[in-house]
């Protein structure tokens, strides 16, 4: 069935991160004839976050164990709740973004801009961080099923097969921070790379919750998406962290201007 695009655009380039590169992800897998290219800007894996061990996506444990909403720490929630801006704690939204999102000792010119935005957002069992499930796994929380950060879930993935047989295959700019902390093949919050830390009592080691590979997921489905007949790139900017178009904008600008002349 053909639909009019409600706003007249029938094609467009698309550029995302983070967790919109998850939704890009969606957007390839089910739309890839209305997206001229690609742009994906530390994007999060096609098999969601938390809860694969391989690059093949498969799952840790048949729940799912150490993916979801129950993962996000409620101390920073409180904080959001209670509108800190400060820095005062490891746990409040600017601490979180300096320490996760740009490389220290990086502070951005705009970050109070930054931090106002994260604290716009909405909180609750149907939003953010989404409600929990427990689980009898390691680290002992499982995916429930509201909000953004369930939705990350592996439990909900695409099938990453529809990425590589999408028709037609646009062009795939994947560019990211050589030292990103929150898409990495040992991310900072994946329970496999803070699990040895005791955190929570019981981690099963490596073998038995290792970190998800999430660079190696994406690789993998990009180069399949390749030998389909697709064509990816991937750059990578040194001395950078989850956001290179704040933190190294003129490297960032020219890979990206250089990928939208696929045009």
């Known amino acids: 069935m053909q639909t009019t695009p409600s706003l007249g655009i029938a094609r ?3 550029a995302a991160n983070s967790l919109g590169g998850v939704v890009a992800w969606w957007l390839l897998g089910d739309h890839a004839a209305r997206i ?16 694969t061990r391989d690059a093949a ?9 150490g993916s979801g909403g129950g993962l996000i720490n409620p101390e920073l929630v409180q904080r959001i ?10 746990f409040s939204p600017r601490s979180a973004l300096r320490a ?15 931090v106002a935005s994260l604290l716009q957002t909405h909180l609750g069992e149907d939003a953010y961080p989404g409600d929990r499930v427990g689980s009898p796994n390691w680290p002992y929380v499982a995916p429930g099923a509201w909000g953004a950060n369930n939705a ?4 909900y993935a695409l099938d990453p097969a529809l990425i590589v047989d999408a028709d037609p295959k646009p062009p795939v700019l994947w560019i990211r921070g050589a030292e990103d902390l929150a898409v990495s093949n040992a991310a ?5 790379t803070w699990g040895p830390a005791g955190l929570v009592p019981g981690y099963p080691g ?31 900017i040194d001395d950078c962290g989850h956001v290179p178009f704040i933190e190294k904008p003129e490297e960032f600008d020219g890979a990206f201007h250089q990928h939208l002349a696929h045009e």
């Open 100 to 114: 996760l999102v740009w490389k220290p000792p990086l502070v951005p010119d705009r970050e109070d801009a930054f």
């Open 36 to 51: 001229i290219t690609l742009a994906q800007v530390d994007p999060g894996s096609p098999y969601g976050f938390g809860g």
């Open 81 to 90: 709740s209670a509108g800190d801006d400060t820095a005062d704690s490891m």
């Open 12 to 14: 467009f380039h698309v």
């Open 206 to 236: 490596p073998e038995g919750y290792p970190s998800q590979p999430m660079l190696d997921q994406i690789r993998d489905v990009l180069d399949r998406y390749q030998a389909a007949g697709g064509i990816y790139r991937e750059v990578v």
């Open 152 to 155: 990350l879930s592996p439990k």
């Open 57 to 65: 996506g498969t799952p840790t444990t048949p729940d799912y164990a």
């Open 188 to 192: 900072a919050s994946d329970p496999g």
